[in-house]
């Protein structure tokens, strides 16, 4: 009998005690027996309701998240991998990417981004960046990835605003479903990168400036580049970034 079966048992005697009958004869008990008392029968309606909730849960009692630095990348097994099935409707990158991400223990392990896959679709040639007449950026799919059937849609915002966004069909998705182990690769690479830079950015916390790292701020931000990028190139902080473009005059305060 397994853990599970033992808590299904243990809740099913509960509650036959609690209804008055005896577990195992399943005859009423008398009327003087203590479970019989209204304060112990509800008890042990309370302990059946707490019994239950362990057992919906798989047998486990509920876990608390890991702190971010201790859980583990993300990959998926084999029996995972077989699990994932597409949706018949077309799917947001973000959608797509919570289909994957509903197979694994959150508590334990890492998410997969949005931003990881979209940068994989990227490196498999089936996403390309491009920039609008307004001058943002944004993806767009490539011919190879249009003929895996990702596709644009349009979405109109609160404001009335329409937008373009990409949809995945569901053969796009099994292509992406078929090829997780890259991605999940991806996704190390990343974080390790991410813990690189962040490790960095804190060992330069407070150390000052050089004149060549204000000379290749200058440069970048007059090249047009993000803050974030800015702040990823020289291993600074945004609002470290923010404030030495105010000092220089850059950006007002």
Known sequence: MTELEIMERAKMYIDSLAHGFDPLSGEPVSNDDVVRQVRISKCLNYVSNVLQKVIDNGGEVQRSALPKGEKVP????????SAL?????????????ALINAQIDELTMLRLKTTTLNNWLVTAGLLKETVTES?????????????IGMTEADFINEK??????IVYSAEAQQFIF???????????????????????????????????????????????????????????????????????GLIAN
């Open 85 to 97: 099935v597409p949706d018949s409707k077309p799917l947001s990158s973000s959608k797509v990417t």
């Open 178 to 248: 078929d090829n997780i182990d890259q991605i999940a690769e991806l996704a190390v690479r990343e974080n390790e990168e991410h813990e690189l830079l962040k490790k960095q950015k804190q060992e330069n916390a407070g150390k000052p400036w050089s004149p060549e790292e204000d000379s290749q701020l200058e440069e970048m931000f007059i090249n047009g580049m993000t803050t974030k990028e800015i702040a990823e190139q020289l291993c600074r902080s945004k609002g470290a970034i923010n404030a030495r473009l105010i000092k220089f």
């Open 74 to 81: 993300f990959s998926l097994t084999y029996e995972q991998m």
């Open 135 to 147: 001058g943002n950026k944004r993806k767009v799919p490539t011919e190879q990835g249009r003929q």
């Open 160 to 165: 009335g605003v329409k937008t373009k966004y």
